[in-house]
Each structure stands twice: as C-alpha cells, then as structure tokens.
C-alpha cells in the first residue's frame, strides 16, 4: 500500500512539471512575410505594331457650278510601323506621352458618279500619332486609354477607264484627332506585348489638281473627308533599370 501511494505522488508531481516544462520550450517565429514583385512601368520605351486599318471617305468635286458629290468608299489594308514614348507610374495609375509612325496601304477604285467614264483611286500610305496616356495597372497588366492628334498621307488620282491612264493627280498630307485604348502585359522584366484600337477623325480637306484635263476643265478641287479605324498588336522594349520590376513587402 505504501509502494502504491508513492507511486501515485510520483506520477502527480510529472504531471505538474510537463506544463512548465512546455512552457520553457522555445516557441517557433512566424515565417517572414512574403515577398510580392510589382511590375514597374516607368521608362523609355520603343516598340513595333502591325495590323489592320480601314479608311472611310467620301469624295466631293468642287466645281465651277457648285459641289458635285462622288459617293463614299471604304478601303481596307495592313498597317505596320513603330512607336517610341515614355511613361511615368504613380502607385497604380501610369500616365505617358508617344509618338506612333505607320506605313499603310488603305486603298480604294471606284467608278465616278461625275463622269462614269472615269474612275477615282484614293489611297492613304502614311498614319502617324502623337497621344498622350493614362492608365491603370494591375502588376503586369496595364489598362490604358490614349488621345491626341493623327496625321495621314493619302493620294488621288481620277483615270480613264478605257485606257487606264492617269488624267489628274492630287496628294496632301492631313492633321486631325485620335482616340484609343489598348491593353498591354509585361511578360518579362522590360518586354510587353499588347492590343490596341485607335480611332481618327480626319476631317475635311481640299485637294489642287496638279494637272488640268479637258474633261475636267469645270473642277476646281475636289474635297475629301476621312475617318480611320486601326486595330494593331504592339510589342515594346523598355530600357535599362526603369524597366526591371521592383520588389515591395506588405
């Protein structure tokens, strides 16, 4: 009976020290917070696009007797260039300026309504913009809207239908407006890809002829209004640091 009572106060005196006991034991530290890497976007950037255009335009001939209209078209090409800009990142929003050049191939023969013996080619070659952006990035991915002024460079020339020949010629070099958005993702430290709309709104322009045929002895000028719709893929390269993501804990 005694062997037994000591034994029961052995064992109540472990039960009391194993709580101290774990309670000395040294408590693991709580692992470090993660480390999350936040795509930069500042910097110089230049870039590459290629894609499609269209071209609205409706063709007028001033006359000597008053305005003759000549219906409206709709021409359709490839557009390929390059862009080169720079862009500042506050927190999430990205503001940013670029100038955009594009050769084009956007061109249209129809039959004239003035004179059905001829017909007109109007051809637009060249679309440049100068925007300014703001936008709204998600680490990699960037949302943006973009505005400013458009150019074009575009061509006419009235020709015979029987022979082919050109009769009269006229190019000028057009300034208007733009409006587009795009979406662009870094998918490594300084490249980016990305799709873009932009609208121009081109406007009305008047037209010299640079040679006078007898045909057309009555036409002054003609009178052209544009407006143009391009959907392209850019890819942009941004330099040095400004382009590397940088490391921020939370």
């Not at 006359?63 to 021409?75: E, K, P, Q």
């Not at 002024?149 to 061509?155: F, L, R």
């Not at 003609?222 to 719709?229: E, Y």
């Amino acid at each position: 009976m005694k062997k037994l009572l000591m034994a029961a106060v052995g064992l109540a005196a472990l039960g009391m020290a194993a709580p101290a006991s774990a309670a000395d034991m040294a408590v693991k530290a709580p692992p470090p917070p993660p480390v999350v890497t936040i795509y930069n976007w500042s910097g110089f950037y230049i870039g590459a696009n290629g894609g499609w255009g269209q071209s609205h335009n409706c063709l007028d001939f001033v006359t000597v007797l008053g305005t003759v209209a000549s219906g409206c078209s709709d021409r359709s090409g490839g557009v390929v260039g390059g862009q080169i800009g720079y862009r500042w990142q506050t927190n999430q929003f990205v503001f940013g300026l670029e100038a955009q050049g594009d050769w084009a191939n956007l061109r249209n023969t129809r039959v004239s309504l003035l004179d059905p013996t001829l017909s007109t080619t109007v051809k637009t070659d060249g679309i440049g913009l100068f925007t300014g952006q703001i936008g709204w990035a998600w680490n990699a991915a960037l949302l943006y809207v973009k505005g400013g002024a458009a150019v074009t460079s575009n061509n006419l020339t009235i020709f015979d239908n029987i022979t082919g020949l050109g009769l009269v010629s006229a190019s000028n070099t057009r300034w208007g407006g733009t409006l587009g958005v795009g979406f662009e993702y870094g998918f490594a430290p300084n490249w980016s890809v990305g799709f873009e709309y932009d609208h121009l709104w081109m406007g009305h322009a008047n037209n010299s002829f640079s040679v006078v045929d007898p045909r057309l002895a009555g036409v002054l000028n003609d009178r052209i209004s544009q407006d143009v719709d391009m959907v392209t893929v850019r890819f942009n390269y941004r330099f040095g640091g400004y382009g590397a993501p940088v490391t921020a804990r939370y």
